[in-house]
């Protein structure tokens, strides 16, 4: 494989070709969007590393809550973020702590 096809298929898989020129995973950076009082997309499986970054779309505040006590945002008006990087493979169940109907999955692995 040519290393121009290395590069295409970096883009594709989010690889970066470091100073050495090895090819080296780089962490995913997700993104959730809360919007009409629901999490988008509302489940999501994820690498280790991955950071996982949730923007208030709504008109109404919400807060981002592991149900495991893993992570906890703050209230987030329009258009706030929060992120959370996971390292530790597994199930993380999490909701909106105000609207606690509104819930959300990642999966790391």
Avoid at 32 to 45: E, G, K, R, W, Y
Wanted: charged share 30%; with cysteine; hydrophobic share 35%.
């Amino acid at each position: 494989m040519s290393k121009r096809d290395l590069k295409s298929i970096g883009k594709e898989i989010k690889n970066v070709e470091n100073d050495q020129g090895q090819w080296q995973m780089r962490p995913q950076e997700i993104e959730v969007l809360i919007d009409f009082f629901s999490f988008m997309p509302q489940d999501i499986t994820v690498a280790p590393g991955a950071t996982v970054t949730w923007v208030n779309r709504d008109d109404v505040q919400h807060a981002v809550a592991s149900t495991g006590k893993a992570f906890k945002s703050k209230v987030l008006c329009t258009d706030d973020k929060f992120s959370f990087k996971f390292d530790e493979p597994g199930a993380y169940e999490y909701h909106c702590s105000i609207h606690p109907k509104m819930r959300g999955k990642v999966i790391v692995q």
